[in-house]
Each structure stands twice: as structure tokens, then as C-alpha cells.
């Protein structure tokens, strides 16, 4: 290789090597840019999972004061309960239940009707409330001796859902217009969860 050869030969690789450098420099700042895009990404998702479980929120309150009144009524004409507690959360040690409305009956019956409303019921939801029925006197010891009954309302459930719901034994209300009805066969019998 002469001289004159080898000369352009450097100067094209130094041509070569400061293209390379700007092409670098050039994916370096597109790389920052989309850092950048997928940071603000990131935080507009968290924003909108926020959002979406405000909604939730409220959604599920919104269920519940809609059936409240229904529920009333369902616990004292199905159950004659004389006495309805609404509560949200109680607390015994570390642990926790919440359950949507307590119906009480202390006359001869000694009825107790533990009620919850889902917005959406899925099992998830009805394994949950059985759970909560079956700690149920340990939260609320001043019913004990009562015969204890469950109440499911749900806004939306899929027709599998309301069989095994009706299945454990859980009385299920169904929204129709703008009130809860129970939705029961005729040879219903709700379960006794206090045994």
C-alpha cells in the first residue's frame, strides 16, 4: 500500500469514525427522548390505574347505597330482623371482617343475617363472604347462640355465579330497575352458618 493509499485510507476511516460518532451521538439523544416518553408513560398509567380504582371505589359505594335500602327490607320481611347495624370494618387484633349490614332478630327466632354487596360477584367475592360468615361470631361475639344467614346483593353476576351463591346456602338479591329483589327457587332454604 503506497503512501497517497494509505492517507486516504485514514481519512476515510476518520470520515467513517465521526459518522459513527454522530450517529451515536444522534441514538444516544433518541434514547434519552424515549426514556423520557416511557418515565411520563409510566406515571400517566399509574395516574390512570389510580383513577380506575377511585372509580372502582366509588362504583362499590355507589352499589351499596343503592341497595341499602332494599336490603332493609329484605332483612326485616324475609327474616324479621328488628334491628339493623351498618358497619364497615371491624378490627380484633391484627385481624379484620367487613360486612355491608347485620340484621338482628332477638326475639324467639335469635336470627342474625349477615349481608355484603358486590358490585361485580365472582368467586372470589363469595369465598371471601363464606370465610367471613364462618368468623363471624368471632368478630361479633354478642350474637352468639343466633342462628347465622347470609345475604349476597350484586349488581352484576353471571348466571354460574348465582347458582353457587344459592348453592353454599347464601341468599342472593338481584338488581331490577333501581331496587334489589331476592332471586331464590322456590325450595330455597338459606344455610345456617352458625353451625
Do not use: W
Request: hydrophobic share 40%.
Amino acid at each position: 500500500m503506497t503512501d497517497k493509499q494509505l492517507k486516504e485510507l485514514v481519512a476515510s476511516l476518520a470520515v467513517a469514525q465521526k459518522e459513527t460518532d454522530r450517529q451515536m451521538k444522534e441514538t444516544d439523544r433518541q434514547m434519552k427522548a424515549t426514556d423520557r416518553q416511557l418515565k411520563q408513560t409510566d406515571l400517566q398509567i399509574k395516574e390512570l390505574g389510580k383513577q380506575i380504582g377511585g372509580l372502582g371505589n366509588k362504583f362499590g359505594d355507589f352499589a351499596e347505597g343503592m341497595a341499602r335500602p332494599s336490603l332493609m327490607e329484605i332483612l326485616s320481611k324475609r327474616f324479621g330482623v328488628e334491628q339493623i347495624i351498618e358497619t364497615r370494618r371491624v378490627r380484633k387484633g391484627d385481624d379484620e371482617i367487613e360486612i355491608d349490614l347485620i340484621g338482628a332478630s332477638n326475639g324467639e327466632a335469635k336470627t342474625v343475617v349477615a349481608a355484603e354487596v358486590k358490585s361485580v360477584l365472582n368467586q372470589r367475592e363469595l369465598e371471601k363472604f363464606i370465610r367471613n360468615l364462618g368468623r363471624f361470631f368471632e368478630f361479633f361475639p354478642q350474637f352468639r347462640g343466633y342462628k347465622l344467614y347470609g345475604v349476597l346483593a350484586a349488581v352484576e353476576s353471571s348466571k354460574e355465579m348465582d347458582e353457587a351463591t344459592l348453592a353454599r346456602g347464601i341468599c342472593l338479591a338481584r338488581m331490577h330497575g333501581e331496587v334489589f329483589r331476592l332471586k331464590l327457587p322456590a325450595r330455597f332454604r338459606p344455610k345456617d352458618f352458625s353451625a
